[in-house]
């Protein structure tokens, strides 16, 4: 990501408010991390939706977040918890951590914030490097709808609705995607907006994002690449095969000695 794409990505403080609401993934990254044999390692930890949870559960887990205010806002939500947890503020292509874990795990689609081969090359060398003999990276990508594509406008969809946590006041989340289909890029502008007690708009937020989807062959030449000795990938948090292209590809890597 450049220096550009940060500056428009959402604030740590309004990120929780958009996105804390998404679990799906959240029993199997906290259940993989309980059954790691060894120390865990969350790259992209965020405000820490999942890390805070690991963490609860015991686990001896550290985090890695480009973005120190992240970092902060997770820090406190932990320090209310009673909770002290180890994070680093890095970027995940060039990082240098004292310690090997048995797990590295990158949930909720960090990885697709890397936007060239280079960047997920050397983030995919830097993450197997850090892992112990025969650890494991585990990651999960959205694989390209087509359909979605086609339906994408320049208008804004409704993406989701709820209350705000503190006020219970409607908030409101507006999308407009952009689908760049030789370069594998998605840019998204969200817009939140946030209502009064009369119903009118109160305040309005946007933010950006950029994402590159990953086709399941071109991930398999990566891996290879970045020196993983195998890897395998399911079609979603329960396990099954990736079969269907609305399936979300969550794949685990293994390196040297597994």
């Known amino acids: 990501m450049t220096a550009h794409d940060l500056t428009l990505y959402i604030t740590p403080e309004r990120y929780d408010l958009v996105y804390s609401w998404y679990r799906d993934d959240l029993d199997f990254y ?22 805070i949870p690991t963490l609860q559960a015991g686990v001896d887990i550290d985090g890695l977040d480009r973005e120190p205010g992240m970092l902060e806002v997770l820090k406190r939500k932990a320090l209310a918890l009673g909770l002290k947890p180890t994070v680093v ?6 990082f240098t951590l004292p310690r090997r874990y048995a797990l590295i795990t990158l949930p909720f689609r960090a990885f697709m914030h890397l936007l060239t081969t280079e960047d997920q090359l050397q983030a995919l060398r830097c993450l197997r490097e850090h892992l112990e003999p025969g650890g494991s990276l585990v990651y999960n990508l959205f694989y390209p709808s087509f359909e979605r594509m086609v339906q994408a406008g320049d208008e804004p969809v409704l993406e989701r609705e709820f209350p705000h946590p ?93």
């Open 30 to 51: 906290v259940g993989l991390a309980k059954r790691a044999r060894g120390p865990v390692l969350e790259a992209g930890c965020g405000t820490g939706r999942v890390l």
């Open 89 to 94: 503020a890095a970027d995940m292509r060039d």
């Open 166 to 258: 503190e006020s219970g006041l409607p908030v409101m989340v507006y999308a407009r995607s952009r689908y760049d289909r030789v370069r594998q890029i998605l840019e998204s502008r969200h817009e939140i907006v946030e209502s009064d007690a009369r119903g009118y708009a109160a305040a309005t937020h946007h933010h950006d994002f950029t994402l590159r989807w990953t086709y399941l062959y071109e991930m398999e030449l990566l891996l290879r690449l970045a020196g993983f000795s195998r890897f395998e990938v399911a079609g979603g948090f329960d396990g099954r095969a990736f079969e269907r292209p609305e399936d979300e590809m969550v794949w685990t890597a293994w390196g040297a000695g597994a």
